[in-house]
């Protein structure tokens, strides 16, 4: 059977530099003599459903997919995908955050990058994680799309202050002007110190599974619940500086209660991964984590917000994801 790569094109990310490198992946591709199939993506959550009916045509299939996007369209790849079994997967990073290349030393170089997917070699299977919506009764956010029950994500998921930064930066002038200049990762961080005064104070309790052991932990104020897979998250923040990708299990980062002054002077220790200092910071590891707030909270995957939620779990597949970089 002849090489083919299915490839989920992102044009519009980083101000329009997908459409850029889908040109140098196509002419790659046609220089080697690859077959390949094209799904450009057209607006939120399109991949998910143009993944979905694609990888559920032949049961028997094993597919090989390249993503050219940041994050949130490799979160709607994965989160399409039926059966992660039967794909690998290769990453083409041209995201504002890029918080799941940024882990994995990757070619610098595009073209080196692509002549290393062409190779369609498996170079190491990375965890994933199935966020379960308990409570789907919140708010919906700014992109008015109703959320699946259940969805994948590669980099980290949360509740609280770090999904509600995540849904303002949906709509944010500021992420787009930086985008357009190459900084777009530091619009999290700009978004997060002006909403960090207004963050809500709302109790929780969480139920940490790691192995046989299992601890609940009632908070009566916390800012927010973060189950990390990668080290980094909103565009370079090292919420878990010590995290395996591969070992099954969520590196958990919890942020109780901490008054407004504190939490602008953590900031910079978290963007570093020395925030564990402060003793409002936890952490735990652990495959499954349930959570239940008070209050409906927004809560996002991999930086994608679709609803706010005051119960979830999150389970962690060890190993699941075969990557071809």
Known sequence: MNQMFLCVVNPSARSGRGGGIWGK????LEQRNIGYEVIFTRGPEHAVQAVRERTSRDPEEQLD?????????LNEVLTGICDLSRVRLGLVPVGSGNDFARDLDLPKDPARLIERICNAQVRRHLDVGVLTYIDMEGQRSRLGIE?????????????????AVCEEALASEIK?????????????????????????????????????????IHLEHFLFIAAMIHHYEGGGFRFAPAAALSDGRFDMCIIGQMPVPMMFLAMPFAYFGRHYGFREVYHRLGGRVHIRTQEPMWVHTDGEV????????????????????
Do not use: W
Request: aromatic fraction near 4%; charge should be positive; proline fraction near 3%.
């Open 65 to 73: 997919i390249i993503v050219v996007g940041g994050d949130g369209t």
């Open 306 to 325: 679709l609803t706010k939620s005051r119960e979830l779990t999150f389970e962690c597949q060890k190993e699941a994801l075969a990557l071809l970089v």
């Open 176 to 216: 787009n002007r930086l985008n357009r200049i190459g900084l777009g990762k530091l619009a999290y961080g700009a978004i997060a110190v002006r909403a960090i005064a207004r963050a809500p104070r709302i109790p929780c309790d969480i139920t940490i599974e790691d192995g046989a052991h299992r601890e609940t």
């Open 25 to 28: 992946l196509r002419q790659a």
């Open 147 to 163: 959320p699946e029950q259940t969805r994948r994500f590669g980099v980290s998921a949360g509740i609280g202050f770090d999904a």
